[in-house]
């Protein structure tokens, strides 16, 4: 997927490591560019503040595939894990995260060129 460009935007998926992640429906995350002074790169953000998911780097790519990493791995890390093995603070993450989304799937191979 290609990266959004700055401000809000909707999502309606994620995509990290040949899974896919659909959600129930679209969230609405945020994209800032923060300005690098003077031989400083700038700074990609991808934000989504109600699970505080985020991805940050230099070059927007990265940014944006740290974001889907990083719910990838709150998917596997609190969502699948059992309640009895997760602080209150997991558990409720863990609950966000069934509440939005809807499967996982595995990404069909990408077509040979």
Known sequence: MKPPDVGPFALDRFEWDGRVFILNAPIE???TRLLGAQEQKDLWCYVYEPTNLRGYN???QEAWDDFNEALAFDWDEYAQEDDS???SSGIQLKNKLLAMVKIVDSLPPAPLT
């Open 29 to 31: 995350c945020v994209c």
């Open 85 to 87: 093995k997760l602080h």
């Open 58 to 60: 230099h070059d927007r």
